[in-house]
């Protein structure tokens, strides 16, 4: 017991150093758009979308509802907005562990933790701030609600849509044969909020589908330039037997989410 407590401290402690220290720890920089585009909006009166985060020609991107969903951290100093962002990453990757590998055990399911947050794409989701794991649970959620034939099904692809946009894809997923009510759920649980406030968000929703779109793919191809480094090595075929590995489904393809 001792030695698996002892292994669990060391891998963990190893990890915290890499994460700090390698090159690419992006020391919180979408967090704190998110937190100045709240402030900005909220605090100061001005417009949620003209706002530019430090005098980068980054600003906030999202839907009117994610403005909305992102509103506490118009309070929460910066000390506090960071501990809020890394619970909430770890309680969802923390979730996700529990659908892929539901019987590991604790030292297992440590070890695991470690080595997601170390793997690149959800360690820029926690040095960045973002809200992409979150997004990732409530579309497995869906997934898994829609094989157990809930009436709930599509309610969370549509509040994932509601605060970014590329979940939205998973739509046409659920409007497959036997997900076409689960689709249908998608519209009171996505667009419903969005428009919950009222006038109070007409405006921001209207520069949100007009210019925002448009800033968000200049802006993403900037980043991709800037932080991206793409890996033109071919997949190994042992990767298939990895617990995370993308599967296929009988009943319909891509299905990546366990049940």
């Known amino acids: 017991m001792r030695s698996r407590v002892a292994l669990v401290l060391i891998v963990a402690v190893a990890a915290g150093v890499f994460l700090v220290t390698v090159p690419t720890f992006r020391h919180f920089f979408d967090l704190g758009v998110y937190r100045g585009a709240v402030r900005h909006w909220l605090l100061a009166g001005g417009d949620l979308y003209a706002y530019r985060y430090q005098g980068t020609g980054y600003g906030f991107t999202y839907p009117p509802f994610a403005a909305l969903v992102l509103s506490p951290l118009a309070l929460a100093s910066w000390p506090v907005a960071i501990a809020a962002s890394l619970v ?130 200049r802006l993403g191809r900037r980043r991709r330039q800037q932080h991206v480094r793409v890996d033109h090595r071919r997949p190994d075929p042992a990767a298939a037997d990895h617990p995370f590995a993308f599967r296929p489904s009988r009943r319909r393809p891509a299905v990546f989410c366990a049940a």
């Open 88 to 217: 909430v990453n770890a309680g969802a990757v923390a979730r996700l562990l529990r659908w892929f590998r539901p019987r590991a055990g604790w030292t297992e399911a440590a070890l695991l933790f470690v080595a997601v947050i170390v793997f690149e794409p959800a360690r820029d989701t926690f040095s960045f701030g973002q809200v992409n794991l979150v997004l990732l649970v409530l579309v497995c959620a869906d997934l898994a609600a829609l094989t157990r034939g809930s009436r709930w099904a599509g309610v969370g692809i549509g509040i994932a849509a509601a605060v970014k946009l590329t979940p939205a894809v998973f739509v046409g997923y659920l409007g497959a044969p036997s997900g076409v009510a689960a689709a249908g759920a998608v519209r009171p649980g996505g667009t419903a909020p969005v428009g919950g406030r009222g006038d109070a968000l007409v405006r921001p929703q209207q520069q949100h589908r007009v210019v925002v779109v448009v800033r968000t793919v």
